[in-house]
Each structure stands twice: as C-alpha cells, then as structure tokens.
C-alpha cells in the first residue's frame, strides 16, 4: 500500500489560490539485507527535512504566497517511482492547475576522493545538480536568476532525456513531467555510498543543505507569486517519444 504525507497552504490571491505549487521528495528507502541497515540519511532524508524546513518558512511568512503551495512526500519511489505516479493519478489538486514541481532528493553530500566515476556524479561544497529539460523557459529564467544571487552554484550537467545516467527520468518529479507540467530537480549526486550502510548522517553537510534549500524556498516563492503562470512551451506531449 503506497501512503503519502502532504500539508498545503492555501494561496492569498483569491484567483491564483487555485493554482499549485509542488515541492517533493521521497521518504522511502531500500531497507536492510541481513544484519545491514540502509539508513539513506541522503536518499533521501537529506530530502524529506528540507521539505520540512521550507514548509515552516512559507507558514511563516505573515503574508502567503498567492498561489497554493503542496508539501509532498511520496513513498514508492526506490521501487519504481509508484508514489509519485499514483499521486498523479489522484491528485489533491487538479494536475491543470498545478504549476510546477521543484523536487529534492539526496541534497546532502559534497564530492569525496571516491565519488570519481562516471557512475558517481558528485557536486562540490558550493554547487547542486539542477536536472530538468527546458519544458519552461520561464522557470528555467528563474532559476538562472536565483542561480545568479544565491551562493550556490547551478550545474545543469546531468539533465536531459538523453544524459547516459537518465537521472532526469530517475526521480519522483518525472511523473509530473508526463503530466505537462515543468520541473526542477535538485540533487548534490551520486556518491559511492549510494544504496549502501554508508549512507549514514555523519557524511551529510548541512551548510550545503541549507544553501539548496533556501536556494528551492526563492524559486517557489518566485513562481507562487507571479502574475501568471509560467507558460509551459516545451511540454512533454509535445517530444518524439522514442
């Protein structure tokens, strides 16, 4: 049985409130094997606390946004991306009126002397992988801007249908992209303790943390209280399925 968490605060346009902002991440993760423990302290706890941090900013902010904002986390992903599919099949919201999904998972490491293969993509202290495929040219605006003041770095390396790793495809907001509507996913990459014991909570940085999730916190905020929405010009219906 695929069961998700979600919180949301009502938008303070009264036109706009009818429009949804989605921030996600994950909460499930791939267990033990014998006497071993996979804590996925980044895979994605990393994840699920930012969603929380950002979920307290916005309530507290004395005036909200003008759009709705979602606070998601799914199960079902290590699995096969199940939880984000079956939310898409039965949103809180109608998925026309949802007008972004920023989503996070495993923000938490900093390259290390083993994150050296191709396989093990690793960003370093002061940049984040941002994997999408240029459905918005809007929200990919937004994010050069925020880019441009935050103190992290944007490195758009790994997105695209075509990357050999396919993380564009790898992770819960993928299930929004078929849906026509844009993403940004967040991720500092994968290390060599990916899906191993040794992803543990003495191995995350949390000065990088909070830089990527205050990093996602402007970038929702920014989309929530637009005029309009974003135009989505390159929308998933619209690629040659291959």
């Known amino acids: 049985i695929l069961k998700h968490v979600a919180a949301y605060i009502e938008g303070s346009d009264p036109v706009r409130k009818n429009e949804v902002v989605v921030f996600s991440g994950h909460y499930d993760h791939i267990g033990g094997s014998g006497d071993k423990i996979f804590t996925g ?4 706890a990393s ?49 026309e009126n949802t007008v972004v999904d920023l989503n ?4 938490g490491r ?47 390396s790994l997105s695209g249908r075509d990357h050999p790793l396919q993380l564009f495809a790898r992770s819960d907001h993928y299930n929004f992209v078929k849906n026509n509507i844009p993403v940004l996913f967040f991720t500092t990459g994968l290390h060599t303790d990916y899906h191993t014991p040794g992803d543990i909570i003495e191995k995350l940085d949390f000065a990088k943390m909070e830089m ?25 219906s619209s690629w040659n399925k291959k």
């Open 41 to 44: 302290a980044d895979d994605d």
């Open 47 to 95: 994840g699920c606390a930012a969603l929380l941090e950002i979920a307290e900013a916005f309530q507290g902010m004395r005036k909200k946004p003008a759009r709705t904002i979602l606070f998601l986390w799914v199960s079902g992903e290590e699995i096969g991306l199940f939880g984000s599919e079956s939310y898409t099949k039965a949103p809180l919201f109608p998925l």
């Open 104 to 107: 996070m998972d495993m923000i």
């Open 110 to 156: 900093v390259k290390s002397v083993s994150d050296t293969t191709d396989q093990h993509p690793m960003s370093g202290p002061n940049t984040v992988f941002v994997i999408t495929d240029n459905q918005s040219k809007e929200l990919m605006s937004i994010a050069s801007e925020t880019d441009n003041k935050s103190k992290i770095d944007f490195d758009y």
């Open 212 to 236: 990527v999730t205050n990093t996602m916190f402007g970038i929702g905020l920014e989309v929530a209280n637009r005029k309009t929405r974003l135009a989505v010009d390159n929308p998933f």
